[in-house]
Nanobody, 126 residues
């Protein structure tokens, strides 16, 4: 199983942008469905977006809460999956995780994912 590491979090003002990265050691991310989740204090883990493996026609999906603002994409040459986040809101503040799914494309159920990173903190505040 790959070991996933997220990076790119930080403090940003409302309306700003951040791009998160998900890297893996021990495996090639191109073979997995990759999902991005977030969890704010006192709230359930929320699925945001996922991208299917690169072994067939690539698919992406987005939760309503981030559709039109966030974009998920891969750079297989760099073995990274990104989450570009624009028009950030205070309510986007959370710990953001990436996770991999060996089989299937079940985007928003955390139980369908096999490995998780430790997260990167995103804080949106003026």
């Amino acid at each position: 199983q790959p070991q996933l590491v997220e990076s790119g979090g930080g403090l940003v003002q409302p309306g700003g942008s951040l791009t998160l990265s998900c890297a893996a050691s021990g495996a090639t991310l191109a073979y997995y469905t990759i999902g991005w989740f977030r969890q704010a204090p006192g709230k359930k883990r929320e699925g945001l977006s996922c991208i299917s493996s690169s072994t067939s026609d690539e698919r992406t999906d987005y939760a309503d809460s981030v559709k039109g603002r966030f974009t998920i994409f891969r750079d297989n040459t760099k073995k990274l999956v990104y989450l570009q986040m624009n028009s950030l809101k205070v309510e986007d503040t959370a710990l953001y995780y990436c996770a991999d799914q060996v089989e299937g494309f079940v985007c928003y159920d955390p139980l369908q994912y096999d490995s998780w990173g430790r997260g990167t903190q995103v804080t949106v505040s003026s």
